[in-house]
């Protein structure tokens, strides 16, 4: 069985400034996926990054890149330049390829103008 | 366009009442999910399924089932509900779940079980 941690409940950036989400796990697995997602008000769930854990390289999508570190099990992401749009919920989630999935309990990140 | 889509997405019944929730993707996914949020928690594994007739047990599969006749759909049962299970329920999909193929979420189904 696998567990995804989220250290911080809630957590506020002003815009343009740069904030950082933290997320750690624990697995016995060899290959597995790391994603972000991000769930606005709307309760939309929208991708935001993905990692495969054999990739040493840590993934970039514009303004968002992740901090992944294999051997400590932490997947952290990065906002930088934050947006009002970027206030929302952000799930940390681990992927195996059988299938099962798991979700961290999620960080409220607000933009401050 | 290709989406998920979850019928209904609001529902109030009452405890024993039996109910099935409806998920449908359009993009031929193989990988097809189901999965509850409630509040102060992320999203937990009901079921889910690999491929056509093949499912699977997630975290907290009890009081639910599920099917998968046909690749586009998969539809989740309460047989007989109870307030506990009053959440926010999503189904997702995706192409490939051995490849970690990113997952595709519907909008979500509200349910109140009083």
């Known amino acids: 069985a696998q567990t995804v941690t989220q250290s911080q409940p809630e957590m506020s950036v002003q815009e343009a400034e740069t904030v950082t989400l933290s997320c750690t796990y624990d697995?016995?697995?060899?290959?597995?996926?790391l994603f972000w997602y991000k769930q606005p008000p709307s309760r939309q769930m929208i991708l935001v990054i993905r990692?495969?854990?054999?990739?040493?390289q840590n993934a970039t999508e514009n303004r968002f890149s992740v901090n992944f570190q294999k051997a400590a099990k932490s997947f952290s992401l990065k906002i930088s330049d934050s947006q009002l749009g970027d206030t929302a919920m952000y799930f940390c989630a681990f992927h195996t390829n059988a299938g099962k999935s798991t979700f961290g309990d999620g960080t409220t990140l607000t933009v401050k103008p | 366009e290709a989406q998920v889509t979850q019928n209904p997405r609001y529902l109030i019944t009452v405890t024993g009442k039996k109910l099935t929730v409806t998920c449908s993707q359009n993009m031929n996914h193989e990988y097809m999910s189901w999965y509850r949020q409630d509040p102060g928690l992320g999203l937990r594994q009901i079921y889910y399924s690999m491929n056509v007739e093949v499912t699977d047990k997630g975290d907290v599969p009890e009081g639910y089932k599920v099917s998968r006749k046909e690749k586009r759909n998969f539809p989740l049962i309460l047989e007989s509900p109870s307030p506990n299970q009053t959440s926010l329920y999503f189904c997702?999909?995706?192409?490939?779940?051995?490849?970690?193929?990113?997952?595709?979420f519907g909008p979500g189904t509200r349910l109140t079980v009083l």
């Open positions: 990692q495969e854990a054999y990739k040493q």
């Open positions: 697995t016995s697995e060899s290959n597995y996926y």
């Open positions: 997702a999909s995706s192409i490939l779940a051995v490849r970690g193929d990113t997952q595709y």
